[in-house]
């Protein structure tokens, strides 16, 4: 490809992406969170912006509980991520990525969890990455349902503890409010 050509259709892609209204949006959820050997549940939300017909960027925090092979873990996470968009009949697919700071705690039993949550055996709060995609669809004017699923990681440098520790995945079920 020719210098002129790039510069071109660079410019087309900035003209066009000037020319549409981005779009923000609010969006939560309730799912299903689970690493390896554990299983639980787990709340989140975020903002979503529109940046391009085929561009998105979002940033989200959540929340959750998983039972381990010995007592409980949580997780807790904030990622900015960013998507590329695909429209597909009333079906809106993302597939995205992000970064930002995740957090892994152990606990000894539900019960040691319930008396001192803030006081686990072990902790981790590190930079994390994930991988999503999600498929959201219109059901009435301005507000869209979701689904989405993700594979997330802390990033933790020399030794750490099983991948059961610093992984999760997620299958969320939620609803996105346009506010722009």
Not at 79 to 106: C, H, I, Q, W, Y
Not at 125 to 136: D, M
Request: charged fraction near 10%.
């Amino acid at each position: 490809m020719s210098p002129y050509a790039l510069v071109v259709g660079l410019a087309l892609v900035a003209a066009q992406a000037r020319a549409e209204q981005p779009e923000l949006g609010v969006f939560g959820g309730a799912g299903y969170l689970g690493s390896p050997g554990t299983e639980g549940t787990a709340v989140w939300g975020g903002l979503r912006l529109g940046l391009a017909r085929h561009l998105a960027a979002s940033v989200d925090v959540g929340y959750g509980l998983v039972g381990a092979n010995v007592g409980m873990q949580d997780r807790w996470w904030a990622m900015p991520s960013v998507a590329g968009v695909l429209d597909v009949k009333r079906v809106r697919l993302e597939l995205g990525a992000g970064g930002g700071v995740g957090t892994s705690s152990g606990y000894v039993s539900w019960p040691a969890y319930a008396a001192g949550p803030f006081a686990p055996v072990w902790h981790y709060t590190v930079p994390a990455v994930r991988a999503y995609l999600s498929a959201t669809t219109p059901v009435r004017e301005g507000i869209d349902v979701l689904i989405r699923t993700e594979a997330a990681t802390l990033i933790l440098p020399g030794t750490h503890g099983p991948a059961s520790d610093v992984t999760w995945f997620a299958l969320w079920l939620g609803v996105q409010s346009r506010l722009l």
